[in-house]
């Protein structure tokens, strides 16, 4: 027998006999250590992220019975001695008969939709629906959404996290909006019922609020697909879009590919950060074009820095470690630029979507550092240029912040990076790693096309205002 199938069934045994005959909450805190060190044993086995069908099982319900109750023919038999003779057991079960048993195993969504309502504050106005808020630019999005929300408009904002993940970015969301990671609560139900989301419908449903946001959210895209006519009878519907993804074979994914066009008679609108996806997808789905708005994110801050008078020749790299963010083409480069010293900050972030970074931390010219909190931690003055390789995106938003620190861009040309930078900072994916090299000593080698990009870095930032995005914003 091929040993990885040998281990999955072991695990699946494992969980069928022994874990699935606990509660769910007990399933669920036993069952993710177990998989944490099936993974170190097996790395290879066992999937890298957290199968729903690993994480909990229905409990075991009672068999029916084979026999009509002694109280159920006694009764019939008197009715039917008073009433009608077709009562008779004999006569009414002559083909045998069946029995129902109530759905016992979903009782604990019921539990779960109500734990989560009692922990609502008061009466929303808004619900954001997330993933989670981790480091990264639909984060930002969400959190921006909830401040144009509940500072600009006064309103009521619940921001719901539906995945079983941390939210380190949580004590981002302004004051009065209220954050709950129901994400743990719904992992624990059952997946082969969609139970998660019809514990998100019926919240959203119950709520009522006057707007709905869903921004990554795999549970938000569901319920609208699933129950958008009734969520959509107390509340408006927006979904924020930003970019397709890709899989290893360059088919796109993502949930504009997998939701968008059976959620789209639902939705009142989608918000996009950039202007050429929403042409990708009314091209590929037949969508209206006046279901999008192009909303333009701000610029990290108000007013224009005064440009430095001399910029350092060491290149920043920053961002996710994943395969979006083309670390391996990072290392192409760095490895064609040896005279040039790179300073590369970030981590994984998103969970199963981690990338080896082995082959940059081989580099004599590679200086690898962790996770930061703001660009202003990793901008130093020995930086001359920003590097941005990202093989598919939206608006990046860390561009803006490399903007406002007064560092010139070099970026991949893909999503809506075109919309703030000029054609002549962009790589094209043809032009690969000597591409990025060439533009790179470009900019380090000659100040006053390093300050003609600053400029134009710089008009591009004033238009983007926070007064014009949080004007955008549906709610």
């Known amino acids: 027998m091929n040993w990885k199938l040998a281990v999955r069934r072991l695990v699946d045994g494992i ?4 874990l699935g005959v606990l509660p769910p909450r007990a399933q669920l805190a036993l069952k ?10 097996f790395p290879r086995a066992v999937p890298t992220w957290i199968p729903d069908e690993l994480l909990v099982r229905r409990p075991p319900i009672s068999p029916p019975r084979e026999e009509l109750p002694a109280w159920v023919a006694a009764e019939l038999t008197s009715m039917s001695r008073e009433f009608d003779a077709g009562l008779s057991p004999s006569v009414l079960f002559r083909r045998g008969f069946s029995t129902y048993h109530p759905p016992v195993d979903r009782a604990y969504a019921g539990e779960v939709y109500f734990e989560i309502l009692r922990a609502v504050r008061g009466p929303v106005d808004a619900v954001i629906v997330v993933p989670w808020l981790k480091p990264g630019g639909a984060d930002r999005w969400a959190i921006a959404l909830a401040r144009a929300l509940a500072v600009d408009r006064s309103q ?27 994400g743990s609560f719904l992992a624990s139900l059952h997946f082969d019922r969609d139970d998660g989301v019809e514990v998100l419908s019926r919240l959203l449903v119950q709520l009522a609020p006057s707007v709905v946001h869903v921004v990554g959210s795999k549970h938000g895209w569901s319920a609208i697909r699933k129950h958008g006519r009734s ?3 107390g509340s408006k519907i927006y979904a924020s879009l ?5 899989d290893e074979s360059g088919v796109p994914t993502g949930y504009a590919e997998s939701h ?13 950060d950039n202007r050429r996806a929403p042409v990708v997808w009314q091209r590929r789905h037949g969508v209206p074009a006046s279901l999008f708005s192009v909303v333009a994110f701000p610029a990290p801050s108000p007013g224009v820095p005064v440009i430095r008078r001399s910029l350092g020749q060491r290149v920043l790299w920053a961002g996710r470690f994943d395969r979006q963010k083309r670390l391996d083409l990072v290392a192409e480069i760095a490895q ?13 972030v998103v969970p199963g979507h981690g990338v080896s970074v082995v082959a940059l931390s081989r580099l004599p010219n590679v200086t690898l550092h962790s996770q930061f909190g703001s660009f202003a931690e990793i901008m130093t003055g020995a930086h001359g240029v920003f ?15 490399a903007a406002q620190s007064q560092l010139p861009i070099v970026a991949s040309s893909v999503g809506g990076v075109s919309d703030f930078l000029g054609s002549d900072v962009l790589v094209d994916a043809s032009d690969g790693a000597e591409g990025f090299a060439k533009l790179i000593r470009c900019v380090l080698s000659d100040p006053s096309l390093a300050a003609e990009l600053l400029r134009a870095q710089n008009r591009a930032l004033e238009r983007r205002t926070w007064d014009s995005f949080s004007a955008s914003i549906p709610g």
């Open 156 to 182: 009521r904002v619940l921001v719901l996290a539906t995945e079983p993940s941390n939210s380190p970015w949580s004590d981002r969301l302004p004051e009065g909006a209220q954050f709950l990671e129901i």
């Open 387 to 401: 590097v941005y390789t990202s093989s598919w995106d939206g608006m990046p938003t860390i561009l803006l912040d």
């Open 260 to 272: 968008l066009l059976d959620c789209s008679p639902w939705l009142d609108g989608v918000l996009v």
């Open 231 to 233: 969520i959509r009878a």
């Open 242 to 246: 930003f970019c397709d993804e890709f």
């Open 32 to 41: 993710r250590p177990l998989l944490a060190a099936l993974r170190l044993i």
């Open 336 to 348: 064609l630029t040896p005279e040039l010293h790179w300073d590369v900050h970030g981590s994984p």
């Open 15 to 18: 969980d069928r006999r022994v």
